[in-house]
């Protein structure tokens, strides 16, 4: 009994470790414009799952990501304060008749297909963002700072999986918050 505690202890211990930016994805470049009553954000990033993921993908377990994008404006003594933000998800499946992969945003039901894992991947590493800003151009001295993160769901894995996630490195796939200043 003594044992399987420790070891209980152990998972939930490397399960507090998770590195911010595991699982080869990373944003390699991301801008924001600001405009009239709008900020557009558009980021580029890349994959390099681990051989676990693809695998469970190739037989039938749809993945689902997360991507979130922020725009804070700068303040001195206080926290920065939360202009715009959205957040957006997509499942990613292969369909075993056509061995075709479906990239999904079920809230604009937009589906596209591509013919291999690396073509709907790099999809779904390229995403652009108009959050809308009221008031962002009426004070032209505030500094502004965007963030994003894209992020794989794993709490939408099925229920006999999701213990191997603890223990499993390679499901741990966030490309961390990205962060960089814009300025109107």
Same mark, same amino acid.
């Given at each position: 009994?003594?044992? #399987?505690?420790?070891?209980?202890?152990?998972?939930?211990?490397?399960?507090?470790?998770?590195?911010?930016?595991?699982?080869?994805?990373?944003?390699?470049?991301?801008?924001?414009?600001?405009?009239?009553?709008?900020?557009?954000?558009?980021?580029?990033?890349?994959?390099?799952?681990?051989?676990?993921?693809?695998?469970?993908?190739?037989?039938?377990?749809?993945?689902?990501?997360?991507?979130?994008?922020?725009?804070?404006?700068?303040?001195?003594?206080?926290?920065?304060?939360?202009?715009?933000?959205?957040?957006?998800?997509?499942?990613?499946?292969?369909?075993?008749?056509?061995?075709?992969?479906?990239?999904?945003?079920?809230?604009?039901?937009?589906?596209?297909?591509?013919?291999?894992?690396?073509?709907?991947?790099?999809? #779904?590493?390229?995403?652009?963002?108009?959050?809308?800003?009221?008031?962002?151009?009426?004070?032209?001295?505030?500094?502004?700072?965007?963030?994003?993160?894209?992020?794989? #769901?794993?709490?939408?894995?099925?229920?006999?999986?999701?213990?191997?996630?603890?223990?499993?490195?390679?499901?741990?796939?966030?490309?961390?918050?990205?962060?960089?200043?814009?300025?109107?």
């Amino acid at each position: 009994m003594a044992s #399987l505690l420790r070891h209980l202890l152990l998972l939930v211990c490397v399960g507090l470790t998770q590195p911010s930016a595991a699982g080869g994805v990373r944003i390699d470049h991301a801008t924001a414009n600001l405009a009239e009553h709008q900020i557009t954000v558009a980021v580029s990033s890349s994959f390099a799952l681990d051989e676990d993921v693809i695998d469970a993908l190739n037989n039938g377990i749809t993945l689902f990501f997360e991507i979130e994008t922020l725009v804070y404006r700068q303040r001195r003594l206080w926290p920065d304060a939360l202009v715009a933000g959205t957040t957006r998800r997509f499942s990613l499946s292969r369909h075993a008749l056509s061995e075709r992969y479906s990239l999904l945003e079920p809230d604009s039901a937009q589906t596209r297909t591509f013919r291999t894992s690396d073509e709907a991947l790099a999809a #779904l590493g390229q995403w652009t963002e108009v959050l809308p800003c009221a008031n962002c151009l009426d004070a032209p001295l505030m500094r502004y700072e965007a963030r994003a993160r894209l992020r794989l #769901l794993t709490d939408e894995l099925p229920a006999p999986m999701r213990p191997l996630v603890w223990i499993s490195p390679g499901w741990w796939v966030s490309t961390g918050w990205h962060t960089w200043g814009l300025s109107p």
